[in-house]
């Protein structure tokens, strides 16, 4: 089993600047890709980006230039920093694990205001 925690939501003005962080622990060894996703109210959950064991990177086009994930290996983290937030990256942001299994952390609110 793996959990995942994250944190680092919270209010901020259009312009502004978040870092969410997703500590994993217990069976990590099975993950090989983490990733973060959101879900605004209304919407389906999307892919935000995502981060293999190897270090490759993806992202939404809508966060490209803006948002960049990494992993500390040594931590056992992976970390969203997200700059020049628009309104519209408001949403319940989610961690996940990918391996054989599938592992989700409980969500953190990120609120852009305009």
């Known amino acids: 089993q793996v959990q995942l925690v994250e944190s680092g939501g919270g209010l901020v003005q259009a312009g502004g600047s978040l870092r969410l962080s997703c500590a994993a622990s217990?069976?990590?060894?099975?993950?090989?890709?983490m990733g973060w996703y959101r879900q605004a109210p209304g919407k389906q959950r999307e892919l935000v980006a995502t981060?293999?064991?190897?270090?490759?990177?993806n992202y939404a086009e809508s966060v490209k230039g803006r948002f960049t994930i990494s992993r500390d290996y040594a931590k056992n983290t992976v970390n969203l920093q997200m700059n020049s937030l628009k309104p519209e990256d408001t949403a319940v942001y989610y961690c996940?694990?990918?391996?054989?299994?599938?592992?989700w952390g409980q969500g953190t609110q990120v609120t852009v205001s305009s």
């Open positions: 217990g069976s990590i060894f099975s993950i090989n890709t």
């Open positions: 981060i293999t064991h190897g270090g490759s990177t």
């Open positions: 996940r694990g990918m391996g054989p299994n599938d592992y």
